[in-house]
């Protein structure tokens, strides 16, 4: 079955130490996201990739990066996480040029900082 | 600002009821509208979306209704079973583009 796949589902990180997540698709499709969602609230949006036209959001920290090496993969790259930055994170996808498509998400990737 | 809430964080239905979850927004040029599912664990999933040109739209015992006068949107599930116990998010998208705005959401509970 077409998936988003993300890895690890659980990643315990120190205090400043870098963390990569991964995702990855079989959709085929050419938007990918990334969202935070912490405990009881609602995902928030923190940057996507239009095949590889990079958008961030305005309210995204500068600790959190991303890159997206082909149609496939995505990754979300936290440099120096801090405690507020434990939350889920959420990968997903949608297909064509304009928003009005359905967005395919990803398990997510619970991140701990200790 | 841009902003969707929802009235109500919890929703306790029996078992074979209908389920209304509502939803307001405040950007009266929105003109995409989502409603997701989240089951614990999981990621959000779709259920069911709706134009600004439309004020009702139909799928499998889910109907979406948009009233753009007050600015509101609801949804409904029909014969709600336990298998429908999840957190309901209603989602924004402002410009058509690719931003897309989670409302709060509402934990809906299934009582047997």
């Known amino acids: 079955d077409a998936m988003v796949i993300q890895n690890p589902r659980y990643q315990v990180t120190q205090f400043g130490k870098p963390v990569t997540l991964s995702c990855s698709q079989t959709?085929?499709?050419?938007?990918m996201y990334w969202y935070q969602q912490k405990s009881s609230q609602a995902p928030k949006l923190l940057f996507h990739?239009?095949?590889?036209?990079?958008?961030n959001e305005a309210d995204t920290p500068d600790n959190f990066q991303s890159r997206r090496p082909n149609t496939s993969f995505c990754f979300l790259d936290i440099r120096s996480p801090g405690l507020g930055d434990a939350a889920m994170y959420l990968c997903?996808?949608?297909?064509?040029?304009?928003?009005?498509?359905?967005?395919?998400f990803g398990p997510g990737t619970r991140l701990t900082v200790l | 600002g841009e902003s969707v809430g929802l009235h109500l964080p919890t929703l306790s239905v029996q078992e074979g009821d209908n389920s209304i979850i509502n939803c307001a927004y405040s950007?009266?040029?929105?003109?995409?509208f989502i409603w997701y599912k989240q089951e614990s664990g999981k990621g959000p999933q779709f259920i069911i979306d709706?134009?600004?040109?439309?004020d009702k739209r139909q799928g499998q015992r889910v109907t979406v209704l948009l009233n753009k006068t007050v600015k509101h949107l609801s949804l409904q599930i029909a014969a709600t079973q336990p298998g429908d116990s999840a957190v309901y998010f209603c989602?924004?998208?402002?410009?058509?583009?690719?931003?897309?705005?989670f409302g709060a959401g509402t934990r809906l509970f299934v009582k047997a």
């Open positions: 997903a996808t949608s297909r064509g040029s304009i928003g009005y498509n359905e967005q395919f």
């Open positions: 959709l085929n499709h050419n938007v």
């Open positions: 990739y239009y095949d590889k036209d990079f958008n």
């Open positions: 950007n009266s040029a929105s003109d995409y």
């Open positions: 709706i134009r600004s040109n439309m």
């Open positions: 989602a924004e998208n402002p410009t058509g583009g690719f931003k897309t705005i």
